[in-house]
């Protein structure tokens, strides 16, 4: 069992920058693929980024060349560093693991623990 805690949201002016991490307790950290999602009020939850075990990542279109996801297997924890946001970006977000490999990284059904979110609103 694998426990997340998400930190480092809050609020910022379009423009801005945000890094959300995301702490693991657990064995077997390495061997695990990561993803960040998020859910605005009102829409269902979306995928943003992926990482694999093997440092592999996947974006969702909307945030390519604006966010980057990355892993640190020495310190468990999970990073989602965010530029140049908007206020499209303004949701709950939340950090999710899975064992192994997912076949759709950006899907999160394809994910079994989860965090509790972190909320990142955007002004304009």
Do not use: H
Request: net charge negative; aromatic share 12%.
């Amino acid at each position: 069992l694998i426990k997340l805690v998400e930190s480092g949201g809050g609020s910022v002016k379009a423009g801005g920058s945000l890094r959300l991490s995301c702490a693991a307790s657990g064995d077997f950290y390495s061997k695990y693929s990561m993803g960040w999602f998020r859910q605005a009020p009102g829409k269902e939850r979306e995928g943003v980024a992926a990482i694999d075990a093997d440092g592999d990542t996947t974006y969702a279109d909307s945030v390519k060349g604006r966010f980057t996801i990355s892993k640190d297997n020495a310190q468990n924890t999970e990073y989602l560093q965010m530029n140049s946001l908007k206020p499209e970006d303004t949701a709950m977000y939340y950090c999710a693991a899975r064992f192994g490999y997912s076949i759709s990284p950006l899907d999160s059904d394809d994910y079994n623990y989860w965090g509790q979110g972190t909320q990142v609103t955007v002004s304009s």
